[in-house]
């Protein structure tokens, strides 16, 4: 058995609660989740890595943020789409984490589309709400945010898939080459976890 094997290390069965205790282990979440809910941004979500990663170290036996690079925090006002307001809200955030010395990434989730094409040569629908940014991400099982107010867990595709390590593509976004590096990525990390193939492809 490999040493990082779920099986070492075994998670109780994940649900909501269980799961956001299991991301606030990791102290920067949970300092995150405090200090944000003070600066009222509407829709406001902790998601992405710095939450699912939690499980897979849990299950290695590894410290909850290893690997962590950055915290990602989502949220949406489409009152005001100018690059100033949101840069205003990126600086209130950078100051009020400054000593917890991570990367805070920042996203009005209203504005994506404007910047979307130049950054990555790809369009972008204009969304409607925070969790449409959350839907978009590229393996289902990592479609997860915790609202900052309400510690409401969002999960469109549940989290049995995350427990047991099944890297499957996003129904919601299509994208066969980004899926399976970014996949692999994680597979190189977490060696136990397994890619599922693409419907009517066979085993990546």
């Not at 499980?55 to 009152?79: K, L």
């Not at 597979?187 to 990546?204: K, N, V, Y």
């Amino acid at each position: 058995m490999h040493p990082d094997h779920p099986a070492a290390h075994p998670v109780e069965r994940l649900n909501e609660a269980s799961f956001v205790a299991l991301a606030l282990t990791n102290p920067v979440n949970a300092e995150l989740l405090q200090r944000l809910g003070g600066l009222g941004l509407p829709q406001c979500r902790l998601t992405a890595g710095c939450l699912f990663q939690a499980v897979w170290n849990r299950q290695a036996g590894r410290a909850p943020g290893w690997s962590v690079n950055d915290h990602d925090v989502f949220y949406f006002d489409g009152d005001d789409l100018s690059w100033e307001a949101e840069d205003r809200v990126i600086q209130a955030v950078q100051a009020l984490t400054a000593d917890l010395g991570v990367k805070v990434e920042v996203k009005n989730q209203a504005r994506v589309h404007l910047w979307y094409r130049d950054r990555f040569q790809a369009d972008y629908p204009q969304l409607t709400r925070t969790t449409d940014g959350i839907d978009r991400y590229l393996v289902a099982c990592t479609c997860v945010g915790i609202d900052v107010r309400t510690r409401a867990l969002y999960a469109p595709h549940g989290l049995d898939e995350l427990q047991r390590g099944v890297l499957r593509m996003n129904p919601r976004l299509a994208q066969p080459a980004m899926f399976r590096d970014k996949a692999r990525s994680y597979q190189q990390r977490w060696p136990w976890l397994s890619i599922a193939p693409a419907e009517g492809e066979g085993c990546p």
